[in-house]
């Protein structure tokens, strides 16, 4: 049994149009930039956002079919879903918050409690049952709204955001615990996230949106390895470059020309990977690389032991240098510069 969402809604001035299936015990992180529709598809699979086309399905029961009228309210659906922000009910304990879902379900009082207080065991908050949202850390509300979400043994769990009210010092920590505790759930996993290392440690497969589309899915490393839009290439840092492909280079639609060792002819994608960038201030022309285009510094970024510099021009282009050689360079903000890369450091695949 599955998950199996076909959903057309337009919402504002977003028209989304997304189809997917989900396997039981599988985890799957939607990633997109803002207004894409992540958030919207989590709503209408949770039946807060009712669909205008298509149809849902949680292992085999209709949800949400407009063709045949069918909409089942979001208490009765088997889902259970993590808000961003936790939700929790700051006038309850974490033992109330817990049982709500629960108690909603009409399951009665001393029986919601005592399920409740199973979930709180399993995620470590024995200590913190009778304490308030108000006083846990974000770590604790996470687990806490992550028992809520599970206490009513939903067969579908929504994510959205689940690690993003966190600061960075706890971040690493509370996704290697929601990660434990995400294991022992067997049913279907949605995750919403713009956080690639949360879709790296959590999920089993990603899909990319944009615009209300799902424009690439796939594990994250088959994802990544091919990016195929300029959200997921700036995602995973990599320079994404579409273009036709003739006598051994790509030309963009701009008129750039990239040179490739090789590729076959036709419309295809080229990555060039921000360290593979050789940044220099004059044309390198004793240099081996067979490519070189001026631009200008646009963007300056100190990472660690790295500067990350956006230089724009004939071919914009991310490049990764040391600290030395940006100090030796002295560059600044707005000054011209040529960036150059060999052929042979570069990936090249169909489009």
């Given at each position: ?197 949360d879709a790296f440690a959590l999920a089993d497969r ?7 589309r799902i424009v690439q899915t796939g594990t994250f ?61 004059e044309s390198p022309f004793a240099s081996s690389a ?62």
């Amino acid at each position: 049994m599955t998950l199996a969402a076909a959903i057309t809604c337009e919402v504002g001035s977003l028209q989304l149009a997304v189809e997917f299936a989900v396997q039981p015990g599988e985890l799957l992180a939607i990633l997109g930039p803002n207004g894409a529709g992540k958030t919207t598809v989590l709503r209408a699979l949770a039946g807060l956002q009712p669909i205008d086309e298509g149809r849902i399905t949680i292992d085999g029961t209709v949800v949400d079919d407009p063709a045949t009228d069918t909409f089942v309210e979001p208490a009765r659906r088997a889902t259970g879903m993590m808000f961003q922000q936790y939700a929790l009910f700051p006038h309850l304990s974490v033992l109330e918050n817990v049982a709500f879902g629960l108690r909603a379900h009409r399951v009665p009082k001393g029986e919601a409690r005592r399920r409740a207080h199973e979930w709180i065991e399993r995620v470590g908050l024995t200590d913190h049952a009778q304490h308030r949202p108000g006083e846990l850390s974000g770590g604790q509300a996470q687990r806490a709204a992550l028992a809520r979400a599970l206490a009513t043994d939903p067969r579908l769990l929504l994510l959205d955001e689940p690690l993003s009210a966190l600061d960075a010092g706890t971040r690493d920590a509370v996704r290697r615990d929601l990660r434990h505790h995400l294991a022992s759930f067997d049913g279907m996993r949605v995750m919403v996230t713009h956080d690639p290392i949360d879709a790296f440690a959590l999920a089993d497969r990603v899909a990319i949106i944009e615009a209300g589309r799902i424009v690439q899915t796939g594990t994250f490393e088959e994802v990544t390895a091919h990016p195929r839009s300029r959200y997921v290439a700036d995602l995973v840092g990599a320079n994404l470059v579409h273009g036709v492909v003739a006598a051994g280079a790509l030309t963009t639609a701009t008129g750039a020309k990239v040179v490739l060792a090789d590729a076959p002819p036709g419309p295809s994608f080229a990555v060039i990977r921000p360290h593979s960038i050789v940044v220099v201030r004059e044309s390198p022309f004793a240099s081996s690389a067979r490519n070189v285009w001026p631009g200008t510094i646009t963007e300056l970024d100190r990472l660690g032991d790295r500067v990350r510099l956006r230089v724009d021009g004939v071919l914009p282009l991310t490049a990764e240098i040391t600290v030395a050689a940006f100090e030796a360079l002295a560059l600044q903000r707005g000054d011209s510069v040529h960036t150059s890369v060999k052929a042979t450091d570069i990936e090249v695949y169909p489009a």
